[in-house]
């Protein structure tokens, strides 16, 4: 007989049992003297031993039923907290609170105290986070597969206004969160040579011979869905030593040896790279994409063998794989070596159940971030997946490419996987489309540029295989955690049910005229403004007014997010109120958050400008209250949670064509802050869904970008033709602000000598005039709080459900499967 489990209800006395229990015989702690950690983690485990169930409930249920599941591959998961949000989803947040109050402690505090899941760089990991509650929330069978680094993105601290990065040690205590399943862990191949061996009818095949063995471990972590019991895993791979590998050493007695290995392999899982959206060739970059591709795919493959005996063909009908950017296109050839050289397919066969299985979502169409390996790299670590690449290709150009461009070299070059000029590279971008059945972008404008730029030459070749897919953001971890005052108001209003179906939130749309309501929206705005002023106070030590207009820039520091450009209205702002001190600006703080790649000096100076500009404002006496400028350091998804539902000012300000869809807007949109941005990725889906107007456009559009820079652009002219833009820019690069007229050349020479490649001078004048457009809207406050609640009424389609479900309707064709308590 196996004993029913201890109590698990959700009664405040259960929780109270649960928690206390988990300190005691978890953590071996005197309730008394437990320490606030431990209070933290005992609540974790208590939250988690209620959704434990439901994942096992969840993936027995899967696997009986027998349907397709989506595993979502991703080098990137940034996930921030995981307590609170799991307490909302699972409706135990007031029970809880209520449980640990009982007992002496403050749930606020607690939620405090939790590092955050910080394995991504910024919007792409974000999104993949958001996506793992939407598919847990609208109850589709899932996995999500990456990378268990030991550190995730650096904290980043100022010193002297310059970025300065540490490591991240998240998991230095472990996290309550994560599971481990060493009875799935998985042995995977890297480095070697290939043979070809013949079988007893003469028939060739390939051996991938004399490799080193890494082993991956999987950790799993709950995710706990709104309002659903489905709880898919996130798992992910920890690299170790395959520790047969040097029994030989071992033996001779060299133990420290051996045990290096064990360190070197052991590197693999240890650190994220930090760059957003471009990596550089580094071998240990490739052997990360390989690793945990490697071992996804041996445990999708394992899934299939156990749970089925089905024929190889009906492996796509079990496994939709989609490909978070290019980062685990390995996965293709990895996909081909497994069904060719493993299972024996023939290669058409193999092929097809490739294309099948594979989806790709493509994130950027800047050419620095299109990944490309070198040859003789990929050959050295995966020399078997080159011949495949290599063999794919050569079938692609002889058949596909010829059939429809005959003799066509040019068309050839194009298209080919291997990119032949300044050195032969494999690219990731085209091996990805051409192994997929789809390929999507992130935003209609970026899916048309995809279609008309980046991939014309394919989608030329297969028009079907191109859509478009517009993000989303989860509204449970952007509104119901971050902002449950507004949750709340909103609740009162239309009733829950928008939380599962945010299209729902237009009916809130009359209420902008109800001047009750509005008056409750904009108290609840001014709570978070009060709240972010004290976190501004305690973080820069600079004293700023609630009442101010809080203008927020958060995202990462990129050239082509043009922080550059919000620094030169901020200084124009500021030699404007020299000039006249009455002038009647309604005041402002501007606030900034930003990691910079440590290698990207350009963004570094940037960072630094922007401090040494705000140190100047904040500290002059002729300024006052008008004008304050603050960057918060070390930003992250739970600073992001404290900063946009305090935002009034959302600048999405990238130059035209740059940002693939970008979710901070919609963040920042959906907590009631006014956008002020060009005509950019999802800011252009923005406008159609709030109305224009309720958003501050401005600059240069897609189209006349490229005509600018086919004419010729020159900055120098923009310098010259306007006194004022001259001026500013001039002062930065003075003395003035760090007494060191050297300091900002490199800002300086970007903007003028280089060429300004992202068009900050020749939109300067169109941002400063839909600035001071902002400024005449918000003195009028009611109906600034009338378009506030527009906006959040009215971009319910940016909602990471709605993209979900589409993903599940066109690209992965999965069944919704509800589990059932
Ligand atoms: C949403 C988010 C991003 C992406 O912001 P964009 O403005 O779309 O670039 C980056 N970092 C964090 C922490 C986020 O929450």
């Known amino acids: 007989m196996i004993p029913a489990p201890c109590d698990l209800g959700n009664s405040t006395e259960s929780l109270k049992n649960s928690i206390i229990n988990h300190v005691r015989f978890t953590l071996g702690a005197y309730v008394e003297s437990a320490s606030q950690n431990d209070w933290w983690v005992a609540t974790c485990l208590a939250i988690r031993d209620r959704v434990m169930d439901h994942a096992t409930k969840s993936r027995t249920i ?50 405090e105290s939790e590092p955050d899941m910080g394995l991504g760089n910024g919007g792409l990991g974000r999104l993949a986070a958001c996506f793992m509650d939407s598919l847990s929330t609208v109850n589709l069978p899932a996995i999500g597969y990456g990378i268990h680094y030991e550190f995730g993105l650096f904290r980043q601290e100022f010193i002297n206004g310059r970025q300065v ?27 070697g040579r290939v043979v070809q061996k013949f079988d007893d009818y003469g028939r060739p095949h390939y051996e991938w011979v004399e490799t080193k063995q890494l082993l991956g471990l999987p950790w799993d972590i709950p995710i706990v869905g709104y309002d659903s019991h489905t709880v898919n895993v996130l798992r992910l791979w920890q690299a170790q030593a395959d520790e047969d590998f040097n029994f030989q050493v071992f033996n001779e007695g060299s133990y420290v040896e051996a045990l290096r290995d ?44 156990v749970g089925y005996t089905l024929p190889w063909s009906e492996f796509p009908s079990k496994a939709a794989i989609q490909l978070n950017d290019t980062h685990p296109a390995v996965a293709i050839p990895e996909l081909m070596r497994i069904l060719v050289d493993l299972e024996g397919l023939e290669w058409e066969e193999a092929w097809d159940i490739c294309q099948k299985t594979f989806s790709y979502t493509n994130h950027t ?59 032969r590279y494999v690219r990731m971008a085209n091996l990805s489309v051409l192994g997929s059945h789809a390929t999507n972008g992130v935003a209609a404008l970026h899916t048309r540029l995809l279609c008309e730029r980046l991939f ?20 449970r971890r952007w509104l119901d955690v971050c902002n449950p005052e507004l949750s709340a108001l909103i609740t009162e209003a239309i009733g829950k049910d928008w939380k599962k179906d945010a299209a729902l939130l237009r009916n809130l749309d009359p209420y902008a005229d109800d001047p009750a309501f509005r008056a409750r929206y904009a ?49 124009t702002m500021y030699r404007e109120i020299l000039d006249n001190p009455d002038a009647d600006f309604h005041p402002r703080v501007f606030i900034f958050g930003a990691k910079a790649a440590p290698g ?8 630094h400008a922007i401090n040494a500009v705000a140190a100047k404002v904040n500290n002059d006496p002729r300024v006052g209250d008008k004008l304050k400028v603050v960057f918060l350091p070390n930003y992250r998804v739970s600073l992001a949670e404290k900063i946009i539902p305090a935002a009034d000012l959302s600048e999405q300000i990238s130059t035209a064509g740059k940002e693939a869809s970008g979710t901070g807007n919609m963040k920042l949109a959906l907590n009631g802050s006014l956008t002020i941005g060009t005509l950019d990725g999802a800011n252009v889906e923005i406008e159609e869904e709030v109305g224009s107007e309720n958003i501050f456009i401005f600059g240069l559009t897609v189209e006349e970008v490229t005509a600018l820079k086919a ?7 923009y310098y010259w033709a306007n006194k004022k833009l001259r001026d500013t820019i001039d002062w930065i690069s003075s003395d003035y602000f760090t007494g060191n007229a050297e300091e900002f050349l490199p800002l300086r020479r970007s903007l003028l000598d280089h060429g300004d490649p992202y068009l900050c001078l020749a939109d300067y004048q169109p941002y400063v005039d839909a600035q001071a457009k902002v400024d005449a809207a918000y003195k009028d406050k009611d109906h600034w709080m009338k378009m506030a609640i527009l906006n959040t009424a009215r971009v319910g389609k940016f909602s990471s459900d709605r993209t979900i479900l589409e993903y599940a309707e066109k690209v992965w064709h999965l069944p919704q499967v509800v589990v059932n308590d």
Not at 167 to 177: E, L, N, T
Not at 465 to 472: C, K, M, Q, V
Not at 537 to 555: H, M, R
Not at 711 to 717: L, R, S, T
């Open 62 to 111: 899967h696997r009986q039923s027998g349907v397709r599941r989506v595993h979502y591959l991703s080098l990137e998961y940034l996930m921030g907290r995981l307590l609170e949000n799991n307490l909302r989803n699972s409706g135990l947040y007031d029970v809880t609170k209520q449980a640990l109050s009982e007992m002496g402690k403050d749930l606020d505090e607690l939620l």
């Open 262 to 305: 064990k360190a070197i392999a052991e590197t693999v899982s240890k650190v994220l790279y930090p760059n957003d959206s471009t990596e550089n060739g580094k071998e240990l970059r490739l052997v990360q994409q390989y690793f945990f591709v490697a071992c996804s795919l041996a445990d999708i493959v394992r899934r299939f063998k």
């Open 456 to 475: 014309a030459d394919f989608y030329a070749l297969y028009p079907d295989r191109f859509l478009n897919l517009t993000n989303g953001i989860t509204f």
């Open 600 to 607: 990207y000096f350009l963004a570094k100076n940037i960072i």
């Open 523 to 571: 108290q609840i705005k001014r709570g978070h403004k009060a709240k972010l002023a004290e976190v501004i106070q305690a973080e820069c030590g600079v004293t700023v007014s609630p009442d101010a207009l809080f203008d927020v820039q958060i995202k990462r520091l990129h050239e082509y997010k043009r922080q550059h450009l919000n620094l030169l209205n901020i200084v």
């Open 711 to 717: 004419k010729g652009y020159n900055p120098w002219d």
């Open 365 to 423: 169409l800047l050419p620095e971030a299109l990944e490309m390996w070198s040859v003789s790299l990929f050959e050295r670590v995966l020399p078997r997946h080159l011949q495949i690449i290599y063999e794919i290709n050569q079938r692609f150009l002889e058949q596909d490419v010829e059939g429809k461009w005959p003799g066509d070299n040019e068309k050839k070059r194009s298209l080919s996987l291997i990119e032949e000029r300044g050195g």
């Open 165 to 191: 990065e540490h490591p991240d040690a998240w998991m230095r205590d472990g996290s309550p969160w994560k599971i481990a399943r060493p009875s799935y862990r998985q042995s995977i191949q890297l480095y």
